[in-house]
């Protein structure tokens, strides 16, 4: 009898296994299997698996299901194909030391197979190893809205692991490489939120009313521009920093171009944001550049830790200097030796 299934032995006790979306529903019958099984959702969507006497539930991508030994169950087919890895119980092998068997144990296996050494996956892939799964059990802050497991927590965790990723490659001078990977992270956080965004459309109506404000119209203009602004801005430091690797003949050369670019600021805030930050700064007696730090800081943070759901970078910058005191090690804002006179209005 022909299997309704195609598959590829990764290792001695794992293998990844598809299933065409035109697979007829009657080959895939209730069966049973000797040993313990995990499998784990690679792709696929629609499919259901069902236990016996049970009700059939749904499979997502990156889902585990668990499978005794004898134990009677089958699939319903989906709307596309279904690609899942299955490591038999007795034979697997912890890969990275976690104390786990999970689909991170199966792309190293993956990797090994390939003729890649332990030192080689551990370098181009650190995410993958005890260490970096540690780190992750840290959780994020709780206005995050990221719990331990969620989608939303492993989207962080994959921006953050490719960013160390870019940082190490900057370090072995690939520039290059290091920029392309930056890039697809910030791409990575900016659609994350747009997401959320989209799913708040329920409270537009409410947004409508207040449009006619033309002095709100003008900050959310103003806001758009300045996120094309921080995409050319960020373009302007890898260039910069993809200097550094050039020749040694040029060093003289580099550190001076560097300097004129530092005097002139490749990072130079636009005037409408500096304005709204001036204000900010003489309302609370707070020196004007440390404000100016506090605002980058925010939006670096954005990128490389998070932030609340469907909010822009630079709404996430405001939100961190209104909430930023002196008194806290955080904060790099500092009071003013002398506060500026209040401007008394006109009666």
Known sequence: MKKPYYESVLSENTVIRGFSQTVPQSDLVWHRDAEYRTITVVEGRGWKFQRDNQLPQILNEGDTVTVKAGEYHRLIKGNTDLVVTIVKEGKKKDQNKDGKNNFEDVKIARMKASGMSDKEIREKHPELFEKYINEKKKGHPRQYDAPEGSLRDKALDAVQAMLKRAKKLRKDGKAGEAKDLEQRAYKKRERMEKKERDKKKKNEVVQETRINDPDILSELIEEIIEEEKLYLALEEVYEREEERYDTLNEKKKRKKKKRKKKKSGSRKLSKSIKKALDKKADAR?????????????????????GSRKGMTPHQWAYARVNSAQPSKDWAKVKKRKKCPKKKRGKK
Do not use: I
């Open 285 to 305: 007696c707070l020196t004007r550049g440390s404000v100016y730090r506090e605002f980058r800081a925010g939006l670096g943070a954005y990128y490389s830790s």
